[in-house]
């Protein structure tokens, strides 16, 4: 089976531009993220796709693989599909699974890669996985950079939002759960997900999964007990940095 992990990573990020090349620890971010996605024994390659020289000359210095995509993407997922194809083209081949792994999640682990790819290799029935991990605190729950999910009790999402969900003062146990955005998709999936139109929560949340939510698709979900912070400030930046270092 062939399994490629597509890191989409981009230098124009609003909140925090350049982010992708800021260094913890004195190693560049998206270095640490293709580095850890490495590790993991089931992944075949890993390519990042970005639309930004910079990045993709930085990643062939470090000998990775980057693949040039569009600017005009306002989606991750749209840039993977865009990546997947132009490896698939070149190689001559098709991926039977795309690990989507955004390259602001410098503290993702083999062992998170590694489960959230299971599902899909043990139930056919299952197109699409995101990991989760727990909020430990009140501050992240109320942040809007961290995307919260509610799921129904088989782990299948109802709702992804950057707003308060759900509705309830936040006590540390009590179910309040973010997305990790490490999203395995079967190739044939993500081909169908490209092909949809952009939806109305999509736009309005700006979260890639809520395109499957609204034209009906389940999208299934694994806990980690990892902790995971994605950098979307500087802020974020710092505190990563120092978990990092423990």
Not at 127 to 137: E, G, K
């Amino acid at each position: 089976m062939k399994i490629i992990s597509i890191i989409p990573a981009r230098m124009g990020s609003s909140r925090f531009p350049g982010k992708p090349l800021a260094k913890i620890n004195g190693i560049p971010m998206i270095q640490h993220v293709y580095n850890n996605v490495k590790k993991n024994k089931l992944i075949s390659e890993v390519a990042v796709a970005t639309c930004d020289k910079v990045i993709f000359d930085f990643v062939q210095s470090i000998n990775g693989i980057a693949v040039m995509t569009s600017k005009k993407h306002k989606r991750a997922s749209d840039r993977c599909y865009e990546a997947m194809s132009v490896l698939e083209k070149k190689r001559k081949i098709k991926y039977d699974i795309v690990v989507m792994v955004q390259g602001d999640e410098p503290m993702i682990n083999s062992e998170m890669i590694g489960a959230s790819v299971k599902p899909l290799l043990k139930n056919k029935k299952i197109n699409i996985v995101n990991l989760i991990c727990s909020i430990n605190n009140k501050k992240d729950f109320e942040d809007p950079n961290f995307v919260k999910v509610v799921h129904d009790k088989n782990y299948n999402a109802l709702y992804f939002s950057r707003a308060i969900i759900p509705y309830t003062m936040f006590k540390r146990g009590i179910y309040v759960r973010k997305q990790v955005c490490v999203i395995p998709f079967r190739r044939d999936f993500l081909i169908k997900y490209n092909k949809m139109k952009p939806t109305a929560l999509e736009k309005i949340e700006s979260i890639d999964m809520l395109r499957l939510l609204e034209n009906g698709y389940k999208v299934f979900l694994v806990k980690t007990k990892h902790f995971a912070h994605a950098v979307d400030t500087k802020r974020d930046l710092l505190k990563v940095e120092k978990y990092m270092r423990k």
